[in-house]
C-alpha cells in the first residue's frame, strides 16, 4: 500500500466545531477543544481530521458564508490556536483537512462589498450580476435549497442589478469566469498550503462553473435547486488549475469535492482522470432505503463508474446537511451494522463526528432552531462526560442528542460492548488489513434474501456479510472462518457459527490467517 497516496486507504472525520468540544465554556466549540482532543481520536483510529469552516463569517450559513478567506472567526481561535493544532495533529501522525468554499463567498466579504458599490467598480464583474428582465422580473427561472425553493436571485435598489446566489442571498455566488476571481482563489488555497495544510474538502465546488448564458432550466426541473442540476464543463477547467496549484506542493496533498449532484453517472467526470479532483464524494448512497438489494446496486454502480486507478471512490453515511444515519434508520442495530459496512466497502470512509457514539439528531423546539436550512438536529453538540452537562455549560448554542447520559464519550469508552468500540474495533480491522483498506471488492451471489456478502482481497481477504431484514438467517462463510468484527459485538474471535440476526453484519476472516 505504501505506493499509494495515504487518501486512498484513510479514514476521513468529519469535525464540526462549533458542536465538537468547547473549552471556554461559552457553548460553542473552539480549536482549543479539538486540540485538546487529538489523542482520543488517535484512540479511536481515524487518519484525518476535516473541520468545516472555521474562517471569519457573519454565520448565516454557519462558517459557509466566508468574509475572510485567509484568517480564524473568534469564535473558534486565531491563526495561533490552528498552527498549534496542525501541529499536534501531525506530531500524532493526523491529517488536517479545511473546508474551502470557492462558490460563493458571504455578502459581507470585501470583495461583495466592493462588487455591489457601483456597476463599474473594479470587483463588479467579480460576482454575477443580471439586469432585471421585462417588468422588473428575476433574470431566470433557478431556485435555491432554501426559502421553500426561492429564486436564486436578489436585486440591488442601488445598481438596479440582480446578483446570482445559489445558496441564501447573503452567499453571492463568485463569477469564476473572470481569471482574477480564479487567481484570487488559488491565492487563498496557497495561504493554507503554505501553513501545511493537507488539502481542503471543496464546499459545492461542482457550481463554481456556470454558462454566462444562465438559461432557464426546463420547466420540470424549475423545482430542483439549480446547483444540484449545475454540471457544466467549465467546471472540469477551472478544476484542472485548482489541482495544479495543490499538486505543486509536496506531501501528497488532496482535495475532496463535494459534488452534490443527483446523478452519480455525472461524479466521474469531475476527478477527470487524475486531472481534476482526487476524491469527490458520491452522496445518493446516503438516501438509500434500508434493503440489501439496494445496496447491493449502489455498490455495482460505483464499481462500474468509478476507476480506482482514476477516480478512487468514496462513501460517506452522515454528513452536518442530513439527518444522521443512525435517525434515518430508525435503530442502533441498523446504525451498527451500516457502520460495518461503511467501513468495508472500496473506498474512502467519510465519519461524521458523533456517528462513532450512535448518536441521533437532537429534538430542537421552534424557539431554538438557527439554521436557515432546517439542519440543527444533525449539528447537536458532542456529549463527552457522563455529568449532566456532558461536557457543554447549561445552553450550549443547540441542546444535546438524545439519551446523552448514555450516548457520551466517557461512558462509551469504558463499555466494550459500544458503538465507540465497534468503530475502533473496525478502524483497526482496516488499518491490519490491506484487503479492508484498499482491496478488490467481489459481490457474493446467491446470498439468501436480505444478505448483502463481498469479499475483499489484496493478497489476504475478509468476507464481509451484512443482514438487512429481521429474523435469523443461515449464511455460507468460509469453512472455519473466524469472527473478526460483529456489529453486536457477538462471537469476535471465534469460529463463525454460519448464522446471521436481524440487522446484523460480520467481518470474517480465513480459518487460516
Ligand atoms: C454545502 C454545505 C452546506 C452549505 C452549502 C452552501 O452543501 O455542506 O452546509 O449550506 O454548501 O455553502
Request: avoid cysteine; glycine fraction near 6%.
Given at each position: 500500500m505504501s505506493d499509494q497516496p495515504w487518501w486512498k486507504s484513510a479514514v476521513v472525520y468529519q469535525i464540526y466545531p462549533r458542536s465538537f468540544a468547547d473549552t471556554n465554556g461559552d457553548g460553542v466549540g473552539e480549536l482549543a477543544g479539538i486540540r485538546a482532543h487529538l489523542d482520543h481520536l488517535v484512540w479511536l483510529g481515524v487518519d484525518a481530521l476535516w473541520l468545516s469552516p472555521i474562517f471569519p463569517s457573519p454565520m448565516r450559513d454557519f462558517g459557509y458564508d466566508v468574509a475572510d478567506y485567509c484568517d480564524i472567526d473568534p469564535t473558534f481561535g486565531t491563526l495561533a490556536d490552528l498552527d498549534a493544532l496542525v501541529e499536534d495533529a501531525h506530531a500524532r501522525g493526523l491529517r488536517v483537512l479545511l473546508d474551502w468554499v470557492p462558490a460563493h463567498t458571504s455578502s459581507d466579504h470585501p470583495w461583495f462589498v466592493a462588487s455591489r458599490s457601483s456597476r463599474d467598480n473594479p470587483r463588479r464583474d467579480w460576482y454575477v450580476w443580471r439586469d432585471p428582465g421585462p417588468g422588473g422580473a428575476v433574470p431566470n427561472n433557478w431556485t435555491?435549497?432554501?426559502?421553500?425553493?426561492?429564486p436564486t436571485w436578489t436585486f440591488d435598489e442601488r445598481t438596479g442589478q440582480y446578483w446570482l446566489h445559489s445558496f441564501l442571498s447573503e452567499q453571492p455566488d463568485l463569477n469564476w469566469e473572470n481569471p482574477e476571481v480564479v487567481e484570487a482563489m488559488h491565492d487563498t488555497l496557497r495561504f493554507w498550503l503554505d501553513r501545511g495544510i493537507d488539502g481542503f474538502r471543496a464546499d459545492v465546488i461542482h457550481n463554481i462553473g456556470k454558462d454566462p448564458a444562465l438559461?432557464?432550466?426546463?420547466?420540470?426541473?424549475?423545482k430542483v435547486p439549480h446547483c444540484a442540476l449545475n454540471h457544466d464543463p467549465r467546471t472540469i477547467g477551472h478544476l484542472r488549475?485548482?489541482?495544479?496549484?495543490?499538486?505543486?506542493?509536496?506531501g501528497d496533498r488532496m482535495i475532496v469535492g463535494e459534488v452534490f449532484l443527483t446523478e452519480t453517472k455525472q461524479v466521474p467526470a469531475y476527478y477527470d482522470s487524475g486531472r481534476g479532483l482526487h476524491l469527490s464524494f458520491n452522496f445518493p448512497p446516503m438516501f438509500l432505503p434500508w434493503e440489501a438489494a439496494a445496496w447491493r446496486g449502489a455498490i455495482e454502480e460505483a464499481a462500474a463508474l468509478f476507476d480506482p486507478e482514476d477516480a478512487w471512490p468514496t462513501w460517506?453515511?452522515?454528513?452536518?446537511?442530513?439527518?444522521?444515519?443512525?435517525?434515518?434508520?430508525?435503530?442502533?442495530?441498523?446504525?451498527?451494522?451500516?457502520?460495518?459496512?461503511?467501513?468495508?466497502?472500496?473506498?474512502?470512509p467519510f465519519l461524521y463526528m458523533g456517528e462513532e457514539l450512535g448518536l441521533e439528531d437532537a429534538a430542537v423546539p421552534p424557539e431554538r432552531v438557527v439554521d436557515p436550512g432546517g439542519r440543527d438536529g444533525c449539528r447537536a453538540p458532542i456529549p463527552w462526560t457522563r455529568d449532566s452537562g456532558h461536557g457543554w455549560p447549561p445552553r450550549a448554542w443547540l441542546p444535546l442528542p438524545p439519551d446523552?447520559?448514555?450516548?457520551?464519550?466517557?461512558?462509551?469508552?469504558?463499555?466494550?460492548?459500544?458503538?465507540?468500540?465497534?468503530?475502533?474495533?473496525?478502524l483497526a480491522a482496516r488499518r491490519n488489513c490491506d484487503a479492508l483498506a484498499s482491496g478488490s471488492l467481489h459481490l457474493l451471489d446467491g446470498l439468501p434474501d436480505g444478505v448483502l456478502g463481498y469479499r475483499r482481497s489484496a493478497g489476504d481477504e475478509r468476507l464481509v456479510l451484512i443482514h438487512f431484514q429481521s429474523g435469523e438467517v443461515a449464511v455460507p462463510g468460509w469453512p472455519g472462518s473466524v469472527v473478526e468484527v460483529a456489529s453486536d459485538g457477538r462471537g469476535e474471535g471465534e469460529t463463525f457459527d454460519g448464522t446471521l440476526g436481524s440487522d446484523r453484519a460480520v467481518i470474517l476472516k480465513p480459518a487460516t490467517s
Open positions: 435555491t435549497p432554501w426559502s421553500e425553493g426561492g438559461a432557464d432550466v426546463p420547466a420540470h426541473q424549475a488549475g485548482i489541482r495544479a496549484v495543490v499538486d505543486a506542493y509536496p460517506v453515511l452522515s454528513n452536518h446537511d442530513w439527518p444522521r444515519h443512525r435517525t434515518r434508520l430508525g435503530s442502533e442495530a441498523r446504525a451498527r451494522a451500516a457502520a460495518v459496512l461503511l467501513l468495508t466497502l472500496r473506498g474512502t446523552a447520559a448514555a450516548r457520551n464519550v466517557q461512558a462509551q469508552r469504558d463499555a466494550p460492548s459500544s458503538t465507540l468500540h465497534l468503530y475502533r474495533r473496525l
